[in-house]
């Protein structure tokens, strides 16, 4: 048996209530919530498990040969809808498996088909979700090889790196060092924009937990890109509150103030979310996978890049929060001046008419 799973995620900006939107639309589609299926239910903890949606199949040609790929959308409550086109032929080996890999390398042939799915999903979702848009340029792609038999006689990488080539020691070694085995039956290979994962069963859980872990690194994509677009604006903004009038400008900082907190306490909780997506406690194979998916997808660097950028954030609202303060005792330092000044003028004017 051998299976090929092309996913395509892309981010809606907005947090979804799960529920309500399966409640909305089981009276139309086949919904379902997701569940890993081999562990204990304390090994692993997902706080909300993604909305599953079974949609129409597709066919697509490939070197003039058709495949029929089924397809499942998913709803994420921290604002990602995920798509995964299935291949599977119950009778195949690993050569065929290769074979149709290479025909399929970097998801040739599938674009068109993502964006047909992602008009379908975006007509079917928006009306429950106010604000709704999807920048279709956006997006994470991963595919996953599935094979029933481990065999080590044969070569993965050119099935991972998507071409039949001479492949260096080094780039050999840096694909080949993320693979894992919990048996001597199995065998799982990660690296950066695909899987192969041999096991006797289906590894389900373990296609799950490749899927979060690419979700969580689009969010982490996703709101990098959107800290960047508001750190720009805030300099901006400050640059044009410096040119006003003085009066004006303390409102234009307070202004900017209350932007940024909200900016800072918004991102904030969603990339907790994003963080704690799911968690694996117990089961040790799982969490290595998932942390080696994890380190693979370079999830570390973009959690850095997002809380450097918080942090700058949060710096420029102190350091204009301390102008503001400054402004203000300045402006209450000029008022007792003023009112001194009167008092004695007053004073003054009073001796003279004596």
């Known amino acids: ?87 599977e032929n119950v009778d195949a080996g690993f050569s065929t498996l290769e074979d149709i890999a290479l025909k399929f390398a970097g998801q040739e042939g599938l674009s068109d088909f993502y964006l047909q799915y992602l008009l379908t999903l975006g007509e079917i979702i928006r009306p429950h979700i106010k604000n709704f848009a999807i920048n279709p340029d956006f997006f994470e792609d991963y ?20 071409e039949q080539t001479t492949i260096s020691p080094q780039i050999r070694e840096e694909i080949m060092k993320n693979s894992l085995s919990y048996t001597t039956d199995d065998l799982a290979i990660i690296s950066w924009d695909s899987a192969l994962l041999c096991n006797p069963e289906i590894p389900t859980d373990l296609i799950d937990l490749i899927e979060f872990a690419n979700v969580q690194v689009l969010e982490l994509r996703y709101y990098d890109r959107e ?42 909780e969603i990339i907790e979310k994003v963080n704690n997506l799911i968690k694996v406690t117990e089961d040790i194979y799982y969490a290595r ?7 693979v997808f370079r999830s570390r660097q ?4 997002v809380s450097r950028k918080i942090d700058v954030i949060r710096e420029n609202y102190s ?27 007053l004073a003054i004017w009073q001796s003279i008419r004596k």
């Open 302 to 305: 973009w959690s850095e890049s």
């Open 319 to 345: 350091m204009l929060s301390d102008e503001v303060r400054i402004q203000h005792s300045n402006f209450l330092e000029w008022v007792i001046i003023i009112l001194i000044a009167l008092e004695f003028g």
């Open 143 to 162: 595919t996953v090889y599935v094979s029933d038999k481990r065999d080590d006689s044969i070569d993965p990488v050119p099935l991972l790196i998507g």
């Open 227 to 268: 800290l960047t677009r508001q750190m720009e604006k805030m300099y901006d903004d400050i640059e044009h509150a410096d040119r006003m009038w003085r009066f004006l400008r303390t409102h234009q900082y307070h202004t900017i103030m209350g932007m940024q907190m909200e900016t800072y306490a918004e991102i904030s």
């Open 289 to 295: 996978v998932y942390a080696t998916a994890l380190r």
């Open 1 to 87: 048996m051998i299976a090929l799973r092309f996913y395509r995620i892309y981010d809606i900006g907005r947090e979804i209530d799960l529920d309500w939107l399966e409640h909305e639309l089981a009276k139309s589609y086949v919904t379902a919530r997701s569940s890993l299926h081999r562990v204990k239910q304390k090994s692993i903890m997902i706080e909300d498990p993604p909305l599953t949606i079974r949609m129409q199949g597709i066919r697509a040609e490939r070197d003039g040969a058709p495949f029929e790929l089924s397809v499942v959308a998913r709803v994420y409550d921290i604002g990602a809808i995920s798509f995964c086109f299935v291949y």
